[in-house]
Antibody
Framework: QITLKESGPTLVKPTQTLTLTCTFSGFSLSTTAVSVGWIRQPPGKPLDWLAL???????RYSSSQRSRLTITKDTSKNQVVLTMTNMDPVDTATFFC??????????WGQGILVTVSS | DIVMTQSPDSLAVSLGERASINCKSSQSIFYSSNNNNYLAWYQQKPGQPPKLLISWASTRESGVPERFSGSGSGTDFTLTISSLQAEDVAVYYC?????????FGQGTKLEIK
Protein backbone atom coordinates (compact mmCIF):
# COMPACT_ATOMS: atom_id res chain seq x y z
CA GLN A 1 0.00 0.00 0.00
CA ILE A 2 1.47 3.30 -1.11
CA THR A 3 1.18 6.25 1.25
CA LEU A 4 2.74 9.69 1.31
CA LYS A 5 2.65 12.40 3.95
CA GLU A 6 3.82 15.99 3.78
CA SER A 7 5.35 17.72 6.79
CA GLY A 8 6.89 21.07 7.53
CA PRO A 9 5.98 24.53 8.78
CA THR A 10 2.45 25.78 8.26
CA LEU A 11 3.43 29.41 8.64
CA VAL A 12 6.46 31.13 7.17
CA LYS A 13 7.41 34.78 6.93
CA PRO A 14 7.99 36.63 3.67
CA THR A 15 11.54 36.18 2.31
CA GLN A 16 12.07 33.01 4.32
CA THR A 17 12.94 29.65 2.80
CA LEU A 18 10.31 26.90 3.00
CA THR A 19 11.46 23.33 3.57
CA LEU A 20 8.91 20.55 3.17
CA THR A 21 9.41 16.83 3.63
CA CYS A 22 7.47 14.04 1.95
CA THR A 23 7.72 10.76 3.85
CA PHE A 24 6.50 7.79 1.89
CA SER A 25 5.97 4.05 2.25
CA GLY A 26 4.98 1.15 0.04
CA PHE A 27 7.58 1.77 -2.66
CA SER A 28 11.28 2.37 -3.13
CA LEU A 29 12.62 5.44 -4.89
CA SER A 30 15.44 3.57 -6.56
CA THR A 31 14.61 3.29 -10.28
CA THR A 32 13.64 5.54 -13.16
CA ALA A 33 10.20 3.96 -13.23
CA VAL A 34 9.21 5.61 -9.96
CA SER A 35 9.42 9.24 -8.93
CA VAL A 36 8.00 11.66 -6.42
CA GLY A 37 6.67 15.03 -7.37
CA TRP A 38 5.49 18.17 -5.64
CA ILE A 39 2.37 20.05 -6.69
CA ARG A 40 0.89 23.13 -5.01
CA GLN A 41 -2.59 24.61 -4.97
CA PRO A 42 -3.33 28.14 -3.78
CA PRO A 43 -6.70 28.41 -2.01
CA GLY A 44 -9.49 28.15 -4.56
CA LYS A 45 -7.07 27.90 -7.47
CA PRO A 46 -5.82 25.18 -9.81
CA LEU A 47 -3.04 22.67 -9.34
CA ASP A 48 0.48 23.86 -10.14
CA TRP A 49 3.25 21.30 -10.69
CA LEU A 50 6.55 22.30 -9.08
CA ALA A 51 9.20 19.58 -9.17
CA LEU A 52 10.00 15.92 -9.63
CA UNK A 53 12.80 13.53 -8.66
CA UNK A 54 13.28 9.92 -9.73
CA UNK A 55 15.24 6.99 -8.39
CA UNK A 56 18.34 7.87 -10.41
CA UNK A 57 18.31 11.37 -8.88
CA UNK A 58 17.17 12.99 -12.12
CA UNK A 59 15.34 16.21 -11.27
CA ARG A 60 12.82 18.32 -13.15
CA TYR A 61 11.47 21.73 -12.21
CA SER A 62 8.69 24.13 -13.10
CA SER A 63 9.88 26.71 -15.62
CA SER A 64 8.49 29.64 -13.64
CA GLN A 65 9.77 28.53 -10.22
CA ARG A 66 13.03 26.82 -11.20
CA SER A 67 15.29 29.46 -9.67
CA ARG A 68 13.62 29.08 -6.27
CA LEU A 69 13.27 25.31 -5.98
CA THR A 70 15.50 22.45 -4.92
CA ILE A 71 14.33 18.85 -4.68
CA THR A 72 16.37 16.11 -3.02
CA LYS A 73 15.82 12.58 -1.81
CA ASP A 74 17.02 10.43 1.07
CA THR A 75 16.42 6.89 -0.06
CA SER A 76 17.40 5.39 3.30
CA LYS A 77 14.70 7.43 5.05
CA ASN A 78 12.10 7.15 2.26
CA GLN A 79 11.90 10.92 2.09
CA VAL A 80 11.86 13.63 -0.54
CA VAL A 81 12.57 17.22 0.45
CA LEU A 82 11.50 20.37 -1.38
CA THR A 83 12.97 23.76 -0.59
CA MET A 84 11.50 26.98 -1.94
CA THR A 85 13.36 30.22 -1.36
CA ASN A 86 12.19 33.79 -0.92
CA MET A 87 8.62 32.98 0.06
CA ASP A 88 5.93 35.57 -0.65
CA PRO A 89 2.28 35.81 0.44
CA VAL A 90 1.24 34.78 -3.10
CA ASP A 91 2.96 31.44 -2.40
CA THR A 92 0.33 30.60 0.22
CA ALA A 93 -0.93 27.20 -0.87
CA THR A 94 -1.54 23.58 -0.04
CA PHE A 95 1.52 21.60 -1.06
CA PHE A 96 1.04 17.99 -2.14
CA CYS A 97 3.60 15.31 -2.78
CA UNK A 98 2.66 12.48 -5.11
CA UNK A 99 3.97 9.13 -6.30
CA UNK A 100 4.52 8.94 -10.03
CA UNK A 101 4.14 5.58 -11.75
CA UNK A 102 5.74 5.96 -15.15
CA UNK A 103 4.41 9.40 -16.04
CA UNK A 104 1.22 9.27 -13.96
CA UNK A 105 0.69 10.73 -10.49
CA UNK A 106 -1.39 7.96 -8.99
CA UNK A 107 -1.07 8.37 -5.22
CA TRP A 108 -1.13 11.70 -3.42
CA GLY A 109 -0.51 12.82 0.12
CA GLN A 110 -3.21 14.73 1.99
CA GLY A 111 -1.32 17.97 1.54
CA ILE A 112 -0.04 20.63 3.91
CA LEU A 113 -1.34 24.20 3.92
CA VAL A 114 1.50 26.69 4.10
CA THR A 115 0.61 30.30 4.83
CA VAL A 116 3.08 33.08 4.09
CA SER A 117 2.50 36.02 6.36
CA SER A 118 4.45 38.38 8.56
CA ASP B 1 4.90 25.26 -21.81
CA ILE B 2 1.85 23.25 -22.87
CA VAL B 3 -1.28 25.14 -21.86
CA MET B 4 -4.31 23.06 -20.88
CA THR B 5 -7.66 24.82 -21.25
CA GLN B 6 -10.83 23.29 -19.84
CA SER B 7 -14.41 24.13 -20.69
CA PRO B 8 -16.71 25.00 -19.16
CA ASP B 9 -15.34 26.49 -15.94
CA SER B 10 -18.45 25.28 -14.14
CA LEU B 11 -21.27 22.95 -14.96
CA ALA B 12 -24.60 22.10 -13.33
CA VAL B 13 -26.23 18.82 -14.32
CA SER B 14 -29.29 17.01 -13.00
CA LEU B 15 -28.89 13.72 -11.18
CA GLY B 16 -28.87 10.84 -13.64
CA GLU B 17 -27.99 13.06 -16.58
CA ARG B 18 -24.79 13.13 -18.61
CA ALA B 19 -21.96 15.53 -17.80
CA SER B 20 -19.16 16.31 -20.24
CA ILE B 21 -15.99 18.29 -19.57
CA ASN B 22 -13.64 19.32 -22.33
CA CYS B 23 -9.90 19.83 -22.24
CA LYS B 24 -7.77 21.29 -25.01
CA SER B 25 -3.97 21.29 -25.09
CA SER B 26 -1.97 24.01 -26.84
CA GLN B 27 -0.03 21.33 -28.73
CA SER B 28 -0.50 17.66 -29.44
CA ILE B 29 0.14 15.37 -26.49
CA PHE B 30 -0.05 12.23 -28.61
CA TYR B 31 3.15 10.21 -28.87
CA SER B 32 3.01 8.24 -32.12
CA SER B 33 5.80 5.82 -31.21
CA ASN B 34 3.64 4.20 -28.54
CA ASN B 35 0.20 5.38 -29.72
CA ASN B 36 -0.55 7.04 -26.40
CA ASN B 37 -2.09 10.34 -25.41
CA TYR B 38 -0.36 11.70 -22.31
CA LEU B 39 -3.51 12.99 -20.66
CA ALA B 40 -4.92 12.23 -17.22
CA TRP B 41 -8.12 13.28 -15.46
CA TYR B 42 -8.39 13.94 -11.73
CA GLN B 43 -11.33 14.48 -9.41
CA GLN B 44 -10.87 16.70 -6.38
CA LYS B 45 -13.39 17.08 -3.57
CA PRO B 46 -13.12 19.85 -0.96
CA GLY B 47 -10.33 19.30 1.54
CA GLN B 48 -9.01 16.26 -0.31
CA PRO B 49 -6.10 15.59 -2.65
CA PRO B 50 -6.82 14.92 -6.31
CA LYS B 51 -7.91 11.40 -7.16
CA LEU B 52 -6.72 9.83 -10.42
CA LEU B 53 -9.70 8.77 -12.54
CA ILE B 54 -8.30 8.22 -16.02
CA SER B 55 -4.85 7.95 -17.55
CA TRP B 56 -3.70 7.74 -21.17
CA ALA B 57 -6.81 9.76 -22.05
CA SER B 58 -9.17 6.80 -21.82
CA THR B 59 -7.89 4.16 -19.35
CA ARG B 60 -10.04 4.11 -16.26
CA GLU B 61 -8.19 3.43 -13.01
CA SER B 62 -9.05 0.39 -10.96
CA GLY B 63 -12.04 1.06 -8.73
CA VAL B 64 -13.31 4.05 -10.69
CA PRO B 65 -17.00 3.62 -11.57
CA GLU B 66 -17.79 2.73 -15.16
CA ARG B 67 -19.89 5.86 -15.55
CA PHE B 68 -16.61 7.77 -15.91
CA SER B 69 -15.03 7.64 -19.35
CA GLY B 70 -12.38 9.55 -21.22
CA SER B 71 -12.01 10.15 -24.93
CA GLY B 72 -10.12 12.22 -27.44
CA SER B 73 -6.70 12.39 -29.05
CA GLY B 74 -4.06 14.87 -30.06
CA THR B 75 -5.21 18.16 -28.59
CA ASP B 76 -8.89 17.64 -27.73
CA PHE B 77 -10.15 15.49 -24.90
CA THR B 78 -13.39 14.88 -23.02
CA LEU B 79 -14.29 13.44 -19.64
CA THR B 80 -17.83 12.09 -19.58
CA ILE B 81 -19.92 11.03 -16.62
CA SER B 82 -22.76 9.03 -18.12
CA SER B 83 -25.23 9.30 -15.24
CA LEU B 84 -24.39 11.90 -12.62
CA GLN B 85 -24.48 10.79 -9.01
CA ALA B 86 -24.50 13.05 -5.96
CA GLU B 87 -21.01 11.90 -4.97
CA ASP B 88 -19.61 13.15 -8.30
CA VAL B 89 -19.85 16.78 -7.17
CA ALA B 90 -16.23 17.93 -7.35
CA VAL B 91 -13.70 19.89 -9.33
CA TYR B 92 -12.22 18.01 -12.27
CA TYR B 93 -8.75 18.67 -13.71
CA CYS B 94 -7.06 17.48 -16.85
CA UNK B 95 -3.28 17.09 -16.75
CA UNK B 96 -0.67 16.60 -19.44
CA UNK B 97 2.34 14.44 -18.67
CA UNK B 98 3.70 14.55 -22.22
CA UNK B 99 6.44 17.08 -21.59
CA UNK B 100 8.07 19.19 -18.93
CA UNK B 101 6.95 21.31 -17.30
CA UNK B 102 3.88 19.28 -16.47
CA UNK B 103 0.71 21.36 -16.54
CA PHE B 104 -2.89 21.14 -15.38
CA GLY B 105 -6.10 22.65 -16.66
CA GLN B 106 -7.78 25.39 -14.64
CA GLY B 107 -10.43 23.00 -13.36
CA THR B 108 -14.14 22.51 -13.97
CA LYS B 109 -16.53 22.70 -11.03
CA LEU B 110 -19.34 20.18 -11.35
CA GLU B 111 -22.53 20.72 -9.38
CA ILE B 112 -26.02 19.28 -9.17
CA LYS B 113 -28.78 21.22 -10.91
Amino acid sequence: QITLKESGPTLVKPTQTLTLTCTFSGFSLSTTAVSVGWIRQPPGKPLDWLALIDGTDEKRYSSSQRSRLTITKDTSKNQVVLTMTNMDPVDTATFFCAHRRGVIFDFWGQGILVTVSS
Amino acid sequence: DIVMTQSPDSLAVSLGERASINCKSSQSIFYSSNNNNYLAWYQQKPGQPPKLLISWASTRESGVPERFSGSGSGTDFTLTISSLQAEDVAVYYCHQNYGYPYTFGQGTKLEIK
